[in-house]
């Protein structure tokens, strides 16, 4: 009934990057499923194939399709592979996103207004980061305790311990590179974003919920106001 394939697309600085499709057999790729685009890219951690009854479920009765990005920063290839998206590098994976979408468009799967794009932890920044710099290719973003404030991550909780692949804002070499794509700081206001959902948890004693409660309230503003801009030319 489904089927599950691995792709290479070029990125931004011409890299090619692996990616997992699943899909019904019998989909017809007329560029209007709802697609789910899931990333982190960080940590040296790979994203496998993994079985979901959930992902199934929903592909089945949406006709929707799944992708998983392995986008620099992870281990798929090697410590090479995860410098290539740490610290300096870090917009290589940002980037690798950011085409792993356009693949996606443009091969017919999907268009912008049905993709949606997950990720959890360092991938809710992924998320956070992909939305403020290509609001316009995403139709929803949806980051689970991401790591939304890239200058003060490092004084709350453990924060300090991921500065290995983000480096630290208080350090002068890593400063600009941080403030350049924290979400936090490049929300740009009145400029219309996509619908935007983020999560945190009460007890969270990794990502401090703090970087939500200030992050939050700034996409959403500008999410209603897409939204609205939207509903008034749009009816699919």
């Keep these: 009934m489904f089927e599950t394939k691995q792709v290479f697309y070029n990125s931004k600085d011409g890299t090619k990057i692996p990616m997992f499709i699943v899909h019904k057999k019998d989909m017809v790729l007329d560029g209007n499923n709802p697609t789910l685009l899931y990333g982190y890219g960080g940590f040296s951690i790979s ?10 479920i929903w592909m089945k009765h949406f006709n929707a399709v799944y992708a998983i990005a392995n986008l620099r920063g992870g281990s798929e290839y090697g410590e090479e592979w995860h410098k290539g998206g740490v610290q300096g590098n870090k917009q290589n994976v940002f980037d690798d996103f950011h ?27 992924l998320v956070g980061a992909c939305v403020n710099q290509r609001p316009e290719l995403y139709g929803c973003g949806i980051a689970r305790v991401g790591v939304m404030d890239m200058l003060k991550f490092h004084k709350f909780t453990i924060g300090y311990a991921w500065a290995s692949d983000y480096g630290r804002a208080d350090e002068p070499e890593h400063f600009d590179n941080l403030y350049g794509y924290s979400p936090l700081h490049n929300i740009k206001h009145g400029k219309p974003y996509p619908s935007f959902l983020s999560t945190t948890a009460d007890h969270d ?32």
Excluded: M
């Design 47 to 56: 994203l496998t194939p993994s079985f979901s009854i959930n992902r199934i």
């Design 99 to 125: 085409s792993a979408a356009e693949y996606l468009i443009d091969k017919n799967y999907t268009r912008p207004e049905k993709l949606a794009i997950e990720g959890g932890s360092n991938g809710g920044l």
């Design 205 to 236: 004693d990794r990502v401090y919920q703090l970087i939500h409660l200030n992050t939050w309230p700034n996409f959403s503003t500008n999410s209603e106001k897409k939204s609205t801009k939207k509903s008034t030319h749009d009816t699919n």
